[in-house]
């Protein structure tokens, strides 16, 4: 089994940056499809971006495409979301997950995923 802790969230200023982490344990997640999830107050969690166990390819939502970028160091273990220009509608708790074996057609399926974190809080002030 894998275990996942999210950390890096925290109060910025709306046009600032944040790096999320996601920190592994229990066995290696190299080779795994990993994934970013967001819910923001009041709303359903939905997907922020992911990358693709084959290849590394990475994929964004559109809200997020060209301001957040997503990446996976092998050797620590660890995923991480850089965040830049952030807004107002980034806040949320942000989510990581993992899969071994998610085909991708279903990446931004939150339901697919089998391992998540316990999500870490984003709050942009305008």
């Known amino acids: 089994q894998v275990q996942l802790a999210e950390s890096g969230g925290r109060l910025v200023q709306a046009g600032g940056s944040l790096r999320l982490s996601c920190s592994a344990s229990g066995r290696t997640i190299s080779r795994d499809t990993m994934a970013w999830f967001r819910q923001p107050p009041g709303k359903e969690r939905e997907f922020v971006a992911a990358?693709?166990?084959?290849?590394?390819?990475?994929y964004y939502s559109d809200s997020v495409k060209g301001r957040f970028t997503i990446s996976r160091v092998n050797s620590e273990n660890t995923m991480y979301l850089q965040m830049n220009g952030l807004k107002p509608e980034d806040t949320a708790v942000y989510y990581c997950a993992t899969d071994q074996r998610i085909i991708l057609s279903s990446i931004r399926l939150a339901r697919e995923y089998d391992y998540w974190g316990q999500g870490t809080q984003v709050t942009v002030s305008s």
């Open positions: 990358l693709f166990r084959n290849g590394g390819n990475t």
